[in-house]
Nanobody, 122 residues
Framework: QVQLVESGGGLVQAGGSLRLFCAAS????????MGWYRQAPGKQRELVAV???????NYADSVKGRFTISRDNAKNTVYLQMNSLKPEDTAVYYC????????????????WGQGTQVTVSS
């Protein structure tokens, strides 16, 4: 099994910044992609940013130029630096990874964190 724990969410004024953290733990054999999704009230969950084990990244058009995703493979941790925040960024942000675990027969599976609330006021 793999467990994901997010932190760093909170309340911030428009134009401000937040940094989200997500740490993976458990019987991890290998981690491929790690990423961040978000879900606002009345909206579908959407991809915000993703990063591969080799460092390749992809971003939603709505956050390009404002958000930066990074990872520390030695710590099995992924980060999301969010700058120039807008009220439209308000959502619950979820950490996601595609990984193999010794306790899960070494098959590739998706794992999700519990989510962290980000609220941006005008």
């Amino acid at each position: 099994q793999v467990q994901l724990v997010e932190s760093g969410g909170g309340l911030v004024q428009a134009g401000g910044s937040l940094r989200l953290f997500c740490a993976a733990s458990g019987s991890i054999f290998s981690i491929n992609k790690m990423g961040w999704y978000r879900q606002a009230p009345g909206k579908q969950r959407e991809l915000v940013a993703v990063i591969t084990s080799g460092g390749s990244t992809n971003y939603a058009d709505s956050v390009k130029g404002r958000f930066t995703i990074s990872r520390d493979n030695a710590k099995n941790t992924v980060y999301l630096q969010m700058n120039s925040l807008k009220p439209e960024d308000t959502a619950v942000y979820y950490c996601n990874t595609n990984a193999r675990a010794v306790s899960s027969s070494l098959v590739w599976r998706d794992y999700w964190g519990q989510g962290t609330q980000v609220t941006v006021s005008s």
